[in-house]
């Protein structure tokens, strides 16, 4: 592997607080967000990676591969500092999905799974972001940036690659870097669980109509 000394001696340290988590005997548990800690050191699931992962967990290589190709989330090349996600699943896609995504993708002169030259930027076609309550909507580094427009999305990769501080709509003062979510993603807090809000007046409707009407849930009957 070509970690240096330091590298290396963090990566074991953070791995054994990663597989600490999980009973003995099952430690292998730990390969998802193992992956995620891979990521969070080199920007993707590299050659080098999958090695330590597998010699750490006494997995094989191909073992490894195997989670790391069947997971979307994980990376088997190099991306950008900041990886954009547009989705053009049904309601995004009726509310303008698939115009953003044009407007991105031709003004970044990059397609799906695409990097742009100075590595700033990767671009993904999503599926689904899981916030229809906003669409259309766009996500930097799996932080939500609701309601977009063709115009919107543009002005936002703009300021992401001339390295302007970007806030999501809901999550974190400032959008992290890949690499920074991934180590969140890997089970490490970055204290930030509390900035901003979490949820907003669209996906509280149900709730706020409810208080209005005095509605409740049906008291659970007693036998």
């Known amino acids: 592997m070509s970690y240096d000394e330091a590298t290396l001696t963090r990566l074991r340290q953070e791995s054994a607080q990663i597989m600490g988590r999980y009973p003995s005997g099952h430690e292998r548990s730990a390969l998802i967000p193992m992956l995620h800690l891979i990521q969070s050191y080199d920007g993707y699931v590299s050659p080098d990676g999958i090695r330590f992962c597998a010699e750490t967990l006494n997995l094989t290589t191909s073992e490894v591969s195997a989670v790391a190709t069947f997971y979307s989330q994980f990376r088997r090349h190099p991306g950008g500092q900041y990886h954009v996600g547009v989705c053009t699943n049904a309601l995004c896609a009726v509310m303008g999905g698939d115009a953003v995504w044009d407007a991105v993708s031709e003004h970044?002169?990059?397609?799906?799974?695409?990097?742009?030259?100075?590595?700033?930027?990767?671009?993904?076609?999503?599926?689904?972001?899981?916030?229809?309550?906003?669409?259309?909507?766009?996500?930097?580094?799996?932080?939500?940036?609701?309601?977009?427009?063709?115009?919107?999305?543009?002005?936002?990769?703009?300021?992401?690659?001339?390295?302007?501080?970007?806030?999501?709509?809901?999550?974190?003062?400032?959008?992290?870097?890949?690499?920074?979510?991934?180590?969140?993603?890997?089970?490490?807090?970055?204290?930030?669980?509390?900035?901003?809000?979490?949820?907003?007046?669209?996906?509280?409707?149900?709730?706020?109509?409810?208080?209005?009407?005095?509605?409740?849930?049906?008291?659970?009957?007693?036998?």
């Not at 695409?114 to 993904?124: A, P, Q, W």
């Not at 909507?137 to 501080?165: I, S």
């Not at 993603?185 to 209005?212: C, H, K, R, Y």
């Open 108 to 223: 970044l002169g990059i397609g799906n799974d695409g990097v742009t030259e100075d590595g700033s930027i990767s671009l993904e076609r999503i599926e689904c972001n899981a916030a229809c309550d906003y669409a259309p909507v766009v996500m930097v580094n799996w932080e939500f940036f609701d309601n977009q427009t063709p115009a919107k999305a543009v002005d936002l990769v703009d300021k992401l690659r001339q390295g302007k501080p970007v806030g999501p709509t809901r999550g974190p003062k400032q959008v992290p870097t890949f690499k920074q979510n991934e180590h969140l993603l890997a089970g490490f807090e970055d204290g930030l669980v509390d900035e901003g809000i979490s949820a907003g007046a669209p996906s509280l409707l149900g709730q706020t109509i409810a208080q209005e009407k005095g509605w409740s849930a049906p008291k659970e009957e007693t036998k």
